[in-house]
Nanobody, 123 residues
Framework: EVQLVESGGGLVQAGGSLRLSCAASGFTWNDYVIGWLRQAPGKEREGVSCIHSSGDSTFYIDSVKGRFTISRDSAKNTVYLQMDSLKPEDTAVYYC????????????????WGQGTQVSVSS
């Protein structure tokens, strides 16, 4: 059974940092794209960042460039999203998702999804 489990969310003040983790089990990372997406109340879900399984290619939406960093630890089958200089507009439920093939990383489709972790940034 494939599972993606996110952790690391929480409440932080503006300007603070959080590191989200996405631990995968039940499949290997080869030839997968791992994405972080978020959904704020009343808004559509949006892709935030993604990383290819090789770890060589990473992508970010403009609003998080320079503040967020995606990385992976192959030995731990875990992908991280380091979020610095957080802003209130980053408040959302963050999901990691995986797909084994080409996709629009910002929207999907994705094959597997985690349960989500809440990130709240106070002003």
């Amino acid at each position: 059974e494939v599972q993606l489990v996110e952790s690391g969310g929480g409440l932080v003040q503006a300007g603070g940092s959080l590191r989200l983790s996405c631990a995968a089990s039940g499949f290997t990372w080869n030839d997968y794209v791992i994405g972080w997406l978020r959904q704020a109340p009343g808004k559509e879900r949006e892709g935030v960042s993604c990383i290819h399984s090789s770890g060589d290619s990473t992508f970010y939406i403009d609003s998080v460039k320079g503040r967020f960093t995606i990385s992976r630890d192959s030995a731990k089958n875990t992908v991280y999203l380091q979020m610095d200089s957080l802003k209130p507009e980053d408040t959302a439920v963050y999901y990691c998702a995986a797909v084994g093939g080409p996709t629009d990383w910002k929207t999907g489709p994705y094959d597997y999804w985690g349960q989500g972790t809440q990130v709240s940034v106070s002003s």
